[in-house]
């Protein structure tokens, strides 16, 4: 039975241009060969699998080549190359740092620098996983990969450039791998899989590509998976589907529609559906966001590009977004991050999940009243002239004004669902408001008129009420509004702490009041309603600089006498008379 070699390993690339993805890496280390001007160290970071090792390798096998191609390409034919194909190389070693990461293994690398190699002009030193080595391992490394041989060159890579010393990276040349872009991913699947006559769809390799998220190698461990698993050498979109266990995007364009349409069962039912399948509701949430994220870019033909999917998918995407307006899917993706934020927390994440569900399939109610024609005047222009604050000029307020300005008219209004009807209503002004808001909604519009002219005829338009006039910081002022802040917290929230805070005496020094407190805890609940106590008093007294300083005064804890001993100690420290009288009669208390 022939031996089986992995995607990943048999089609592994061998020279520069068969790298895929990381044009920017190749092109400036190929000049480098060319120009001659190869750095003494070399660190390759990035994701897991985009090709550092691989990129470290190649360097590590054209720069000894005998017999470089016009495009600084190995010939594959020389001793060089041969000797390191067969990995017989005596100029090319390998090191794993994640094993070999204590300083005696740095040491015996330092000592095989100092030979020269026997064939070739370099000696190579490729170290993978660099960042797990120990600090004492990098400080033993500094000086021989500062000034090492001529004929010496390091290559270094690692994921977690983050984790590796300052003073190693301003020794090395750095070079950050880029994930590798899905078309890229399918291109190279796609190639693979003529080679080896298999029969695969396009989206079927799209959608390995995606799941990789920038990973070559996870793509090439896919692919073998899925060929392994569809009969016949034929990999199609269904069968890696199952496979990979990914939901299929054709049920967010089913329960977008379900959300547009403002159904809450069918899209409880279409998630229902998707749990069952065995697909966890946290998964479900972020492939929606990342739905709804593709149907907002695709809105504006410019952000198009910005959408990796298949012609078919994006088809799609292009329709749906035409009957998806801006505010929903910003409203929707609103709601869907917060449920994403919470849904490790939530005790019920089904229901948490279908709770935003519902949300988002009443949004289309909510942003259609903006459009609602109310009296001929559509919600956005009605809602310009209530923040204007007047329409055909009546003053509109959604609260009742204070009695002092409440109207009394004489005349009596019919009821609006039966204007020719007994029953009279005496309106004041608070009840014309909400009257007249209902009446816009609730009736035709042809006697919406009659019943607003018949209440402005007796109402009386209120005036303004007059801004109230700040009192002198003074001192019985101050005490003043003290006290009616401390009753007005007392009334909204009962606390036993503030109560403490606010019964104590205070001082005015110019503008700053100084209240001395005994512990932190009166000190946190006194930083939690600064703000809104210092608002209170500017906007009742004339002082613009008004603050609050409320230091902690730690008392000492007073000592209580528990044992006879401290009792009697305490007892002499008040009656000294009480030792000499001790003394006098000769007593020798035990204690």
């Not at 017999?67 to 990995?87: A, H, I, K, Y």
């Not at 998964?283 to 012609?311: A, W």
Request: aromatic share 8%.
């Amino acid at each position: 039975m022939e031996h089986f070699v992995v995607s990943a390993r048999k089609y592994r690339p061998v020279t520069f241009d068969s790298v895929v993805g990381q044009s920017h890496i190749t092109t400036t280390l190929k000049n480098a060969i060319r120009t001659n001007h190869l750095a003494q160290a070399f660190l390759f970071c990035g994701p897991r699998g985009v090709g550092k090792t691989t990129c470290a390798r190649i360097l590590a096998k054209t720069i000894n080549c005998q017999n470089l191609s016009d495009d600084v390409e190995p010939c594959g034919e020389c001793e060089s190359c041969v000797s390191f194909q067969n990995n017989a190389s005596f100029n090319i070693h390998e090191l794993d740092a994640a094993s070999n990461n204590s300083v005696d293994d740095i040491r015996n690398l330092i000592d095989q620098v100092r030979y020269p190699p026997q064939t070739g002009k370099y000696k190579i030193y490729i170290i993978d996983e660099v960042h797990m080595l120990s600090p004492a391992a990098f400080n033993a490394f500094l000086k021989t990969l500062e000034e090492p041989p001529s004929y010496a060159i390091f290559i270094l890579a690692t994921t977690e450039k983050h984790k590796i010393l300052p003073t190693i990276l301003s020794r090395c040349q750095i070079f950050d791998f880029n994930r590798i872009r899905t078309n890229d991913i399918a291109d190279h699947l796609e190639q693979i899989a003529r080679k080896e006559g298999i029969i695969a769809d396009r989206e079927a390799l799209e959608l390995i590509g995606r799941k990789a998220d920038g990973g070559l190698r996870d793509a090439l461990s896919m692919f073998d998976l899925n060929v392994t698993f569809s009969p016949d050498n034929e990999l199609s979109y269904t069968d890696v589907l199952e496979n990979l266990h990914i939901l299929d995007y054709d049920y967010y364009f089913k329960i977008t529609d379900a959300l547009l349409k403002g159904s809450i069962a069918e899209s409880l039912l279409l998630f229902d559906e998707i749990v069952r399948k065995g697909f966890d509701g946290h998964l479900f949430i972020i492939g929606l966001l990342e739905h709804l994220r593709n149907l907002l870019v695709t809105k504006d033909p410019i952000t198009v590009s910005l959408l990796e999917v298949s012609e078919v998918a994006r088809n799609k995407y292009l329709d749906q977004s035409q009957r998806s307006g801006m505010s929903f899917l910003l409203s929707a993706m609103s709601v869907g991050s917060q449920c994403d934020i919470h849904y490790k927390t939530s005790k019920n994440q089904r229901l948490h999940v279908e709770l935003c569900l519902m949300k988002m399939a009443k949004l289309p109610d909510l942003l259609s009243l903006q459009a609602l024609p109310i009296n001929g005047e559509t919600g956005a222009e009605v809602k310009k002239k209530a923040e204007s604050g007047t329409e055909s000029g009546v003053a509109l307020t959604t609260e009742s004004p204070s009695p002092a300005y409440e109207a009394k008219p004489t005349a009596q209004v019919a009821s609006v669902d039966t204007p020719s009807a007994a029953p009279t209503v005496t309106p004041s002004l608070s009840t014309h408001s909400k009257l007249r808001s209902t009446a816009h909604i609730t009736t035709p519009s042809t006697e919406v008129p009659a019943i607003t002219t018949q209440v402005l005829e007796k109402t009386e338009s209120p005036q303004p009420v007059e801004k109230r006039e700040k009192l002198p910081l003074t001192y019985d002022n101050l005490y003043e509004f003290w006290g009616e802040f401390a009753r007005k917290r007392k009334i909204e929230r009962d606390s036993a702490t503030e109560e403490l805070i606010f019964n104590r005496e205070f001082k005015l020094d110019g503008q700053v009041i100084r209240i001395a407190l005994d512990n932190e805890l009166q000190k946190e609940a006194m930083a939690a309603i600064r703000n809104e106590l210092i608002q209170f008093l500017r906007e009742r007294i004339e002082a613009p600089l008004l603050s609050l300083d409320f230091p902690v005064n730690q008392q000492a804890a007073k000592k209580v006498a528990y044992t006879d001993k401290e009792k009697f100690a305490v007892m002499a420290e008040k009656n000294p008379h009480l030792l000499e009288l001790q003394q006098l009669l000769g007593l020798d208390i035990e204690f």
